[in-house]
């Protein structure tokens, strides 16, 4: 039989082993979770964003408006490159001069749809600095006016923080009565 001096260094050794085996495991797991962290860090190369559209006021003495609208934006983010291309649908409701009297505003509404390029630049690793030009169609609607189709002209200047919230400001140039600055806030999924 063993005696007690014997049992020690088998023992001891046997915990060792043990520690050894447990802190590979442990080595492995972390390895593995920052690998998926670097993965998942890395820009998706589909997002799509929705939100909501607010006219900003342009005019003095322009009413205040109390209108949010939707919008929604699909984005292709180019592989190794700065790029993205963007396609967004909006609804936007917004008060205007009248062309016909010069001295009322009225309620207009319109609705987009834009496809644009965008730079983007990432300041930190979760904000990304983005600025962008695109053309597309604008529906229009004045409600003395039937509607109309007018080309679109948007630029746009943005931030993605936290790889989620989406915050850019927009301007539109469209028929004489549709231009107008528009905020977008949204989440990117």
């Not at 590979?24 to 962290?37: A, E, P, R, S, Y």
């Not at 917004?94 to 001295?103: E, F």
């Not at 979760?126 to 053309?135: D, F, I, P, S, W």
């Amino acid at each position: 039989m063993f005696t007690n001096l014997e049992q020690k260094p088998v023992v001891m050794k046997c915990r060792k082993i043990k520690m050894i085996i447990n802190m590979k495991k442990i080595f492995l797991m972390l390895l593995v979770v920052c690998f998926c962290d670097v993965a998942l860090a890395q820009t998706k190369r589909f997002e799509f964003d929705l939100g909501f559209t607010h006219p900003v006021r342009r005019l003095q003495g322009e009413p205040l408006t109390e209108h949010l609208n939707f919008y929604l934006n699909t984005t292709y983010n180019l592989k190794e490159s700065p790029l993205s291309v963007k396609l967004q649908f909006a609804q936007e409701k917004y008060i205007t001069k009248s062309v016909r009297t010069q001295n009322e505003y009225v309620k207009a509404s319109s609705v987009i749809v834009s496809p644009s390029i965008n730079y983007n630049v990432d300041v930190l690793p979760k904000l990304r600095v983005y600025g962008g030009l695109g053309t597309g169609l604008s529906i229009d609607d004045i409600y003395y006016q039937k509607q109309k189709v007018h080309p679109l002209f948007a630029s746009q200047v943005g931030i993605k923080a936290l790889k989620h919230i989406n915050v850019s400001l927009q301007y539109h140039l469209s028929g004489k009565d549709f231009s107008r600055w528009m905020v977008y806030v949204g989440y990117a999924f």
